[in-house]
């Protein structure tokens, strides 16, 4: 069923598996949204949740995490990225599990994917992308600072939408949803430290021909715990439905133990299993 209410997803890295698993059991039960927003990882996911792909976040990373070609630390001394995006999006063979581009567009949801621009250092959206846009909107909002050349879109250059909008609830209400579902990959009590004076160095030297940028990469850790402290606010008053893990996530962003990877996503799907009945009476009350 399309229910009119927006889905978000908060990206983080392979934390992520976590949000296939509550959209995968979203998929199994024929539930939709009218909109879905995306940022990072949660933005790589929404794609595989708009276009009905079951299964193919969780078999790609568990399948193929420690393929050389997609993921390795290695990287850094050729001074590539470490995780190669354009792996997500190449044609491998008969048995590899491509996007389904055509499935994505018959999708009766709208699809936003978040990204930060550099220029301004400022959010920036793409809605219902395709072809190259669709792939090069995905690449820019999943490309973390530092270990990701910024990527040329039509908004400019730009990297991961996590840097100026973590957790885009905003962007649903600025559409008018009143119903709006958050699927964190976080805990609910999470809080960031503040930048350390390390890493504010290095976003200064790093991106210094964008000073916008650094200073909202220095800032994120300050803006997040606010939206995490109004999130908390809008779910305890029924302004949002929230789907987060209830305990901290022992996965990390480049997480190679497979056995830790699938154990979130299956966390993540029977989670949201158990939910269900609340979740459908939020979105039909």
């Given at each position: ?87 997500l999006f190449n044609d491998h063979g008969w048995d590899w599990h491509n996007f389904d581009e055509a499935a994505y567009q018959r999708s009766a949801s709208d699809f936003t994917i978040v990204a930060s621009e550099l220029k301004h250092g400022q959010t920036v959206t793409f809605t219902n992308p395709t072809g190259d846009d669709l792939e090069a909107a995905l690449k820019a909002s999943s490309s973390m600072p530092f270990m990701f050349a910024p990527v040329q879109t039509e908004h400019g ?129």
């Open positions: 069923m399309l229910y009119n209410a927006a889905l978000i997803l908060e990206g983080g890295a392979m934390r992520g598996q976590y949000s296939a698993g509550v959209t995968d059991l979203f998929l199994k039960h024929h539930i939709e949204f009218k909109h879905v927003y995306g940022v990072s990882a949660g933005a790589l996911c929404g794609a595989n949740f708009v276009s009905k792909q079951f299964g193919r976040m969780i078999t790609v990373n568990t399948k193929y995490r420690n393929d050389r070609s997609y993921m390795s630390s290695l990287n850094i001394l050729k001074r590539q990225p470490v995780i190669n995006l354009d792996f250059l730009c990297l991961d939408g996590g840097v100026t909008d973590s957790i885009p609830y905003d962007l649903a209400q600025q559409a008018g949803f009143d119903k709006i579902v958050v699927v964190r990959t976080r805990e609910r009590d999470y809080k960031k430290k503040p930048t350390s004076k390390v890493v504010a160095k290095l976003y200064e030297k790093q991106y210094h021909d964008y000073p916008a940028f650094a200073k909202a990469g220095i800032m994120r850790p300050a803006v997040y715990n606010e939206q995490v402290d109004h999130l908390n606010i809008m779910e305890a008053t029924g302004q949002a439905y929230v789907i987060a893990p209830a305990e901290p996530v022992k996965v990390g962003r480049m997480e190679h133990n497979i056995k830790k990877l699938q154990a979130l996503y299956d966390e993540g799907f029977n989670q949201a299993e158990q939910l269900l009945p609340d979740l459908i009476e939020y979105l039909e009350q």
